[in-house]
């Protein structure tokens, strides 16, 4: 089992700036994928950034040049740097990660953005 500990969500006007953390323990060994995705009510759950152990990244085309993901193997953490936020960021952040077939998700943390 892998558990993911997100932290770092909270209120920002439109233009600021946030970043999330994520940190995995338990069996850690060779995770594979770490990302972020974002969930709104009454909406499906949509991928916002993800980096694979290479350090090959993918992005949602809407958070393309604001928003930033990186990962550190060592400590077994990811981050998501969240520039120039808008009001449609709002929602809750979820730290995902897969490791063999399995998928791994964090309890999720609100991102609220005002305008």
């Known amino acids: 089992q892998v558990q993911l500990v997100e932290s770092g969500g909270g209120l920002v006007q439109a233009g600021g700036s946030l970043r999330l953390s994520c940190a995995a323990s338990g069996s850690i060994l060779r995770l594979n994928r770490m990302g972020w995705y974002r969930q709104v009510p009454g909406k499906q759950r949509e991928l916002v950034a993800i980096i694979n152990s290479g350090g090959n990244t993918n992005y949602a085309d809407s958070v393309k040049g604001r928003f930033t993901i990186s990962r550190d193997n060592a400590k077994n953490t990811v981050s998501l740097e969240m520039n120039n936020l808008k009001p449609e960021d709002t929602a809750v952040y979820y730290c995902?990660?897969?490791?063999?077939?399995?998928?791994?998700w964090g309890q999720g943390t609100q991102v609220t953005v005002s305008s």
């Open positions: 995902y990660s897969s490791r063999f077939q399995n998928d791994y």
